[in-house]
């Protein structure tokens, strides 16, 4: 006797569980693959409270979607694709989707290492953030850590950190911490349009505003300890989180191609529930080109970081008089988590050679695919190699952002990602509440007031508007998303941090 | 929608003679719904909205800018006409306010001729918006004139 699958049903759509932590999306009409749902139950009730499963639906209908699309435990509704999607389609014969890589082409998350603990840290915590904020342009109309003139801006887009490493804002160890080595060899940027670059030269070293921000923070518990040893982290010490991404420029890149791929492949368009899913088949001129300009404003997110990064290194040695080096103020490590990439994946397979998921699988073979991750975190376990030299044998640090109040994790990829998740995971806690609901529940001066006397986290916005929109309170709770992703073994726990000073715009 | 005195940009708000918009609930980021007498209207009612998504407060001050594009659908010119307020903004270094539009079919497509207030952005307190999307939106004529729907990115 077959025991009978539990199933759900939100909105019309039905919800089956394949395992723990693993609910299934049935594949029928236009959709050319099922799509997975990774939630515990109480994360499956947040999820399914607004379109995301509508949305994740809809992002099986692209061509080429091999196995499943698949749905973070931090998911949420986004626009077109959701928040928290991995997609991988087919390179051969699939397509690639602008909408579902996301506006902020290389949004993402980058930490630093010092050698400085909560209690060297401790009376500081004011004249650190007004120096960061006075330091590190955030908000809208703030400019950049360098004024870009047009030479500037093709060379970041062609070279990415290498261009910063010339210049004096990086060292030969920060590019030896980041992924693909802070430079895409396939970027195009000739195909980034003169608008998109026009809005990106005075935005080249700015954090911007929404959800992106800078935080001290503290080491405040390590889970595994040879891992943490690896990451350089120990309990109590500072370290420095940095999330934002390719600012105006990647913005105009996907808007662009979402206008081209509408005026050039409206056949496949109309085939797809929703315009802002537009892709351009694998091997068309548009899909190459958007490739090429992608991956320009990848490298572009990267030096964005890296300047901030750099001025962070100044603002702490005036604060802490000492230099950099002495702080030993290294790159832990920066990782993407709006990006799509062409990636080799083990994809298993049927008896028919259709791709199947690894538990009805009979076979497997390497396909290159489109990996798109909106919202979700490349996850490579060791032996990838794609992951750096430094830490090929331990796995790829992965970096989930928490909200202001609830400190951030640092995990490692874990052995299950690549059979899962085409080696993705999370990418930070996830929204619960509008941005107009928070303004009505929240004011930004009390929520600075309280983290600041009930939790001593320093808050210094552009905006009380954005401290508002960014509370606490409208996140999902990130130990439980981090619960579900290491249960699952896609991305593992390493150690927590907490707050201690926050920036944004 | 031209007057000289400070005002605050509520969440619901007049866009010129007939145009009214509404901010909406919206997981991540931030939706407009506006209507309006006329295509051009609901297109002015629409970038206020946007304007309001930035800023709660709108000060005095700034010059008037022209706006104008082409697109091959009404859609389409909503879509491309509010890309270029937000292209304007960050190249200007302005935030768009008190806007105006025109919109009409001329034979090669749909005409968009627009003007905005340009604030700027050293003068006022102003949050992102990184893009206007597709994803539900929705340009209708309605018994009474138009109205539309439109998610940004935040």
């Keep these: 006797m077959t025991d009978t699958p539990e199933t759900r049903e939100y909105d019309g759509i039905e919800l089956r569980k394949v395992r723990e932590f693993v609910w299934e999306i049935p594949k029928e009409g236009g959709m050319n693959a099922p799509a997975r749902v990774l939630a515990s139950d109480a994360l499956l009730e947040q999820i399914s409270d607004d379109k995301t499963l509508q949305q994740l639906r809809n992002a099986t209908h692209l061509p080429g979607i091999t196995t499943y699309a698949a749905c973070m435990p931090d998911g949420h509704q986004g626009y077109g694709f959701p928040v928290g999607g991995v997609g991988a389609t087919d390179a051969g014969d699939g397509c690639i989707s602008p909408g579902a890589v996301g506006y902020d082409i290389n949004c993402g ?27 590190v342009p955030s908000g809208l109309g703030g400019g950049g850590i360098v004024e870009g003139d047009a030479d500037t801006v093709e060379a970041v887009l062609e070279r990415g950190m290498e261009w910063a490493l010339e210049e004096g804002y990086a060292t030969e160890d920060d590019l030896a ?19 998109a670059k026009d809005r990106g030269r005075n935005q080249l070293g700015s954090l911007g505003s929404g959800n ?22 120990k309990e109590d010490q500072i370290v420095v989180l940095i999330h934002c991404g390719s600012r105006g420029l990647g913005h105009q890149v996907c808007t662009d191609y979402l206008r081209k791929i509408e005026q050039r492949h409206g056949d496949l368009l109309d085939r ?32 964005n970081r890296q300047l901030i990064t750099h001025r962070t290194r100044r603002v702490f040695e005036r604060v802490f008089r000492a230099d950099a080096d002495e702080l030993e103020m290294e790159l832990l490590y920066d990782v993407a988590h709006n990006i799509a990439k062409k990636e080799v994946h083990e994809v298993g397979v049927d008896a028919d050679g259709d791709a199947v998921p690894a538990e009805d699988a009979i076979a ?30 331990v796995g790829q640090p992965v970096i989930i952002p928490g909200s202001m109040g609830a400190g951030s994790y640092v995990l490692v990829g874990g052995d299950e990602s ?41 808050v210094k916005a ?18 439980e998303v981090v619960r579900v992703s290491d249960a699952l073994g896609i991305g593992d726990k390493v150690a927590r941090t907490f707050p201690v000073c926050n920036i944004k715009g | 929608m031209s007057d000289d005195t400070q005002r605050d940009a509520p969440d619901t708000a007049d866009s010129d003679a007939s145009g009214r918009f509404e901010l909406r609930d919206h997981t991540a980021d931030v939706a407009v719904a506006a209507t309006a007498d006329s295509l051009g209207g609901v297109f002015a009612a629409v970038a206020d909205g946007l304007t309001a998504a930035m800023c709660e407060e709108i000060p005095d001050g700034g010059d008037r800018f022209d706006l104008r594009v ?68 929705e340009l209708a004529e309605t018994d009474g004139g138009w109205r539309a729907y439109v998610v940004f990115d935040v």
Excluded at chain 1, 462 to 473: C, K, N
Excluded at chain 2, 80 to 94: G, K, N, P, T
Aim: charged fraction near 30%; charge should be negative; glycine fraction near 6%.
């Design chain 1, 364 to 393: 497997h073979e390497a396909r290159e695919l489109y990996v798109h991750r909106k919202g979700a975190t490349r996850a490579f376990p060791a032996g990838r190699e794609e992951v750096p030299a430094a830490y090929r044998d």
């Design chain 1, 418 to 458: 690549l059979s899962q998740t085409f080696g993705s995971t999370a990418h930070g806690a996830g929204r619960v509440m509008s941005r107009t609901a928070a303004k009505q529940e929240y004011w930004g001066e009390t929520v600075q007031n309280e983290l600041r006397d009930q939790d001593h986290i320093y």
């Design chain 1, 212 to 233: 992106h921000f800078l935080e001290v923070q503290r080491v405040t518990d390590v889970f595994d300890e040879a891992v943490a040893d690896s990451f350089g982290l």
């Design chain 1, 272 to 303: 797809l529930p929703d315009k802002e899913l537009a892709a351009a088949p694998a091997g068309s001129e548009l899909a190459d080109e958007y490739y090429g300009a992608m991956c320009a404003a990848i490298n572009f997110a990267w030096v």
């Design chain 1, 462 to 479: 552009q905006s009380g508007a954005t401290v508002a929109e960014e509370a606490p309170g409208v996140y999902k709770d990130i130990d």
């Design chain 2, 70 to 137: 082409r697109a091959e659908s009404p859609e389409a010119a909503l879509f491309d006409y509010l890309d270029q307020c937000i292209y304007e903004r960050d190249v200007r270094a302005v935030l768009p306010s008190d806007h105006r539009a025109t919109v009409r079919s001329d034979g090669d497509g749909w005409l968009v001729e627009a003007s905005a207030r340009g604030i700027p952005l050293a003068d006022v307190v102003a949050r992102d918006v990184k893009a206007v999307t597709y994803s539900e939106m």
């Design chain 1, 109 to 135: 998350v980058r930490m630093l290492r010092t050698n400085l603990t909560y209690d060297d840290l401790r009376g500081s915590e004011e004249e650190l953030v007004e120096s960061l904020f006075a330091n």
């Design chain 1, 177 to 195: 911490h980041c992924e693909d080595e802070g430079r895409r060899p396939d970027a195009r940027p000739e195909f980034v349009s003169q608008k």
